[in-house]
């Protein structure tokens, strides 16, 4: 979370200086406000105005870009914080920043899962899923993400202020020791569980579920290429897991037991310093990464961004799943002149 910075006060008997992150803070999320606000403006931008054909997967999409780029404009005051070391922002925009931290990191790790498991009902329940794969269950499935994130985001940032510290206004520096032990300690193994334990079960359940129908010898589907964007999608929802939110949700949990003095070790204590800067960096990549879902692993965004919006992207040329029937169910279905794909999914 934003707001657990590791130099508060019950912690310097070690003698460890992390002042590197600030320098470390003010590179990475210079960056990550230049390419997230590109890509992720681009990817709504297609999304609103230039895709013809919407489902539920794309709903998912549109709500992941909309979640980066909260967070991305809270970046240049995260910048000028770490610059200059003093936020002039006062309290409550100090609160509007960490509380869209939260809600970027575990918002797109939710709404990731939800791409996922629209992903497993369509390959491995085709049928028996059409009538729950609907845009208004797919609506309200997004606005119970963001129930919960923006509410797991304010119930953190509540007792955070700004504080004087050096003549200098600190943001996200201010939780006290007995704040640790009563209250965040159990708000951050609350998250843990359920924005990032959860979520990544649930993808690599549902990865290895739909990687184990396509391997099947007794189905059929669109081709090579339906075969190639499922497996290209699944590996890119799990690079972004590994390479973003499991180093950083790891070293939060480590870091809420040295801050409770569950543990308490020196060693252990300049491990956790040292590395979560570095793990809160690459967490906040994910903004830049994002897109690569949407481009990579979606053939009607790419259409739509290559062809300008003009005439849209045609129904016919979009498989409308990457679903490999079995031979029975094809023949069953082309019989009574059904399409053999699973309606209005796109990958």
Not at 85 to 93: A, N, Q, S, V
Request: a positive charge.
């Amino acid at each position: 979370m934003a707001g657990l910075v590791l130099n508060e006060t019950g912690m310097e008997d070690c003698g460890i200086d992390d002042s590197f992150k600030y320098d470390l803070y003010s590179v990475v999320y210079s960056v990550v406000f230049v390419l997230g606000l590109c890509t992720n403006c681009a990817a709504l931008f297609v999304f609103c105005f230039r895709m013809k054909l919407r489902n539920e997967t794309t709903l998912f999409m549109t709500n992941l870009a909309l979640s980066d780029l909260v967070f991305v404009f809270t970046l240049p005051f995260k910048v000028y914080y770490n610059v200059n070391r003093h936020w002039p922002f006062g309290d409550e925009l100090c609160k509007v920043s960490g509380t869209a931290f939260i809600t970027n990191i575990y918002g797109s790790m939710l709404f990731l899962t939800c791409i996922s498991v629209d992903r497993f009902l369509a390959i491995v329940y085709p049928f028996r899923s059409r009538s729950v794969r609907t845009r208004k269950n797919a609506g309200l499935v997004c606005a119970a993400v963001w129930l919960t994130i923006v509410g797991g985001g304010i119930s953190v940032t509540f007792f955070s202020t700004i504080n004087q510290a050096n003549r200098a206004t600190a943001c996200f520096e201010g939780f006290s020791k007995s704040t640790w032990k009563t209250y965040l300690s159990k708000i951050t193994i609350f998250i843990e569980i359920v924005g990032f334990l959860l979520p990544l079960m649930t993808n690599l359940v549902c990865s290895s579920l739909v990687l184990r129908t396509l391997r099947r010898p007794g189905t059929i589907g669109h081709g090579c290429n339906s075969k190639r964007r499922v497996l290209r999608m699944i590996l890119v929802h799990l690079a972004i897991f590994i390479v973003c939110f499991v180093p950083y949700n790891s070293i939060l949990f480590l870091y809420a037991m040295v801050r409770t003095q569950a543990l308490a070790n020196c060693n252990l204590e300049r491990f956790v310093r040292t590395l979560y800067p570095i793990t809160l960096c690459l967490a906040t990549l994910n903004c830049c990464l994002d897109p690569v879902v949407y481009y990579f692993t979606s053939e009607s965004f790419q259409k739509s961004l290559t062809t300008g919006g003009k005439g849209g992207v045609r129904a016919e040329s979009i498989p409308r799943s990457d679903t490999h029937l079995s031979s029975e169910d094809a023949h069953a279905l082309a019989s009574n002149g059904k399409d053999t794909g699973v309606n209005e999914t796109q990958f």
